[in-house]
């Protein structure tokens, strides 16, 4: 499948996760009956920062596709849950799903009911220790979630369907959220007139913080650290969008567009640095790989030479991870950088040559293990887990 460039990788437009990441709307319902995980261990070379030349790393790669659902695929993970979404065999309808590592990877369906339809986008994660009661507080999912046919709500779950909160804000028609830090939680609502506001939670609707930058036309914000929000928004003077940062208020909104891109958006952030991607004037110029570390100024190309587009839409302060369009092929391949664009190694090909396209759409900052999806050549999506081995005398984990 080739990408869409609508830039919009996050969960905030799209009943489909499937359209997220590719332009086909069809859905493929194999009722096929899998095990969870298959493993493969294999070696990439990834530069390090401040590392003379490649170091050898080796990452077991897991296939996730849980008994009972069609396509499945990962957003966001933490070293001991992931989250994501599923389609149950024979339906169109999106599930929230979560996966515990402590568990082989066992299933928990988080999808809140009958006649109802979700997606999981983020995983509580921490960039800093908490104390034991902070992190059992903070352990969370959030996505979005709603009866057929309605407009999805901001949703939080405490690991299962059965407990469950609507984040949605007053004064909004649709809301959804695609991040979790500690004890906060970011996304975006929209209003009746369509104007889409970056939002910021504490656990409850009742929480719920406007970001919207005064006079501007939009923003969404799509990942949060402990400190930093990141997202975009349409700035009302040009009309394009611009990345934005902010540091848990709408006033404290930056911008940080770089001079060389018309629009560009920011997908992750690790309270250090920021990474997403940059185009041209027209939405549908093929992005290129960016990275920050807050401000415009700072803006770094992580484009590797050869490619037609690229995006990194995590970052764990050693790594980015995201995805790349060789120029003259169809299908986009998770990828992983070290802070330049030539240290770019493509993750796909230690996948399994059934698979056509991936992406990486998470870095964990605790260990380094990638999270995204695949599609198989059946167009079946499944979630995969890069985990690295570390070989003696290499560096330790992040």
């Known amino acids: 499948m080739q990408r869409v460039y ?170 959804g959220a695609s991040d979790a830090c500690g004890l906060l939680q970011v996304g975006w609502a929209r209003k009746a007139s369509s104007e889409q506001h970056a939002m910021l939670w504490f656990g409850s609707a009742a929480s719920a913080t406007d970001l919207h930058p005064s006079g501007w036309l939009s923003s969404v914000c799509n990942r949060t650290g402990s400190i930093v929000q990141v997202g975009s928004g349409t700035n009302p003077w040009d009309g394009y969008t611009h990345p934005l940062m902010w540091r848990g208020s709408a006033s404290s909104a930056v911008d940080l567009l770089p001079s060389f891109f018309q629009n560009a958006e920011v997908c992750g952030t690790n309270d250090t640095y920021e990474v997403g991607g940059g185009w041209g004037a027209n939405w549908y110029d093929p992005p290129q790989a960016l990275m920050w570390s807050g401000s415009s100024a700072s803006c770094k190309v992580l484009h590797p030479a050869g490619y037609f587009a690229s995006e990194a839409l995590s970052v764990n302060g050693r790594n980015q991870v995201g995805w790349a369009q060789a120029s003259g092929a169809s299908m986009t391949h998770a990828v992983i950088w070290s802070g330049t664009a030539d240290s770019m190694a493509d993750l ?27 599609t198989d050549g059946q167009g079946r999506s499944w979630g995969i887990i890069w985990t690295p081995i570390y070989d003696a005398g290499n560096p330790s984990l992040p």
């Open 6 to 175: 609508q830039h919009s990788k996050r969960l905030r437009f799209c009943d489909d996760p499937w359209q997220i990441c590719h332009i086909s709307s069809l859905f493929w319902q194999f009722p096929f009956v899998k095990p969870d995980i298959w493993k493969r261990t294999l070696g990439v070379a990834v530069l390090l920062p401040g590392l003379a030349g490649a170091v050898s790393m080796r990452y077991s790669v897991s296939y996730v596709w849980p008994s009972g659902y069609s396509s499945v695929g990962i957003f966001s993970g933490s070293p001991s849950k992931q989250v994501g979404w599923g389609y149950p065999n024979g339906t169109n309808v999106p599930h929230a799903l979560m996966w515990s590592s402590a568990g082989g990877y066992s299933c928990v369906d988080l999808n809140p009911g009958p006649n109802m339809r979700s997606v999981a986008a983020g995983a509580s994660h921490s960039l800093k220790a908490l104390p034991r009661a902070l992190q059992v507080l903070s352990d969370c999912q959030v996505g979005q979630a709603g009866p057929l046919g309605s407009p999805y709500h901001a949703y939080l779950w405490k690991n299962q369907a059965s407990n469950g909160t609507d984040l949605h804000p007053a004064g909004f028609t649709e809301s």
């Open 348 to 374: 796909h090909q230690w996948l399994k040559p059934s698979f056509t396209s991936s992406d990486a759409q998470w870095i964990d900052s605790t260990t380094g293990a990638i999270y995204g999806d695949a």
